[in-house]
T-cell receptor, first 112, second 112 residues
Framework: NAGVTQTPKFQVLKTGQSMTLQCAQD?????MSWYRQDPGMGLRLIHY???????DQGEVPNGYNVSRSTTEDFPLRLLSAAPSQTSVYFC???????????FGPGTRLTVL | RKEVEQDPGPFNVPEGATVAFNCTYS??????FFWYRQDCRKEPKLLMS???SGNEDGRFTAQLNRASQYISLLIRDSKLSDSATYLC?????????????FGQGTRLTINP
């Protein structure tokens, strides 16, 4: 099992560009989440999904969209990148016990 | 006040020492608790769940104090490989929705 995979690992964008961060899991987990991690702050939840076709906003959803068409995939779209979105982005999946999160390796995003 | 607070450290201790971290949480409705470990520039990984009765996994002991709303992690006979950032995670269920909140982490360095 590959677990949770994320692509790309690194990305540099210019302000105003859009892009999609990919996330996939092969553990048949119902829950999937996107977090951002910034220095001096804990992981903050952007969006999450409790199953295919169901998504909801987390703590910091502005500027991001998600969709969950399959159990395996949970892409995160940046609509119009801003320097404030420079961060490390982690995708995670979990079984019913939400606290048991399995994280992907992360995407380091820089917005110039 | 942050929902989950940790002393960011850094904690620098010699190899073989015992070290303990605390984490406080503000929501008395919090239901489950976890410790995660995050190595530098890597993704967080679940270290252990924290049960009401306290639990031990090898050199690691986790305890929960609901009355004072804190959890603790004790590491005995510390190894160089224990150097990492330790994240406290609290799961709260409100109106049928689960909410997972991460502390900002406590950085630990074990010195030879």
């Amino acid at each position: 099992n590959a677990g949770v995979t994320q692509t790309p690992k690194f990305q540099v964008l210019k302000t105003g560009q859009s892009m999609t961060l990919q996330c996939a899991q092969d553990m048949n987990h119902e829950y999937m989440s996107w977090y951002r991690q910034d220095p001096g702050m804990g992981l903050r939840l952007i969006h999450y999904s409790v199953g295919a076709g169901i998504t909801d906003q987390g703590e910091v959803p502005n500027g991001y969209n998600v969709s969950r068409s399959t159990t395996e995939d949970f892409p995160l779209r940046l609509l119009s990148a801003a320097p404030s979105q420079t961060s490390v982005y982690f995708c995670a999946s979990s079984p019913r016990q939400l606290g048991w999160q399995f994280f992907g390796p992360g995407t380091r995003l820089t917005v110039l | 006040r942050k929902e989950v607070e940790q002393d960011p450290g850094p904690f620098n201790v010699p190899e073989g020492a015992t070290v303990a971290f605390n984490c406080t949480y503000s929501n008395s409705a919090s239901q489950s608790f976890f410790w995660y470990r995050q190595d530098c520039r890597k993704e967080p990984k679940l270290l252990m769940s924290v049960y009401s009765s306290g639990n031990e996994d090898g050199r690691f002991t986790a305890q929960l104090n609901r009355a004072s709303q804190y959890i603790s992690l004790l590491i005995r006979d510390s190894k160089l490989s224990d150097s990492a950032t330790y994240l406290c995670v609290v799961n709260t269920a409100l109106q049928g929705a689960q909410k997972l909140v991460f502390g900002q982490g406590t950085r630990l360095t074990i010195n030879p």
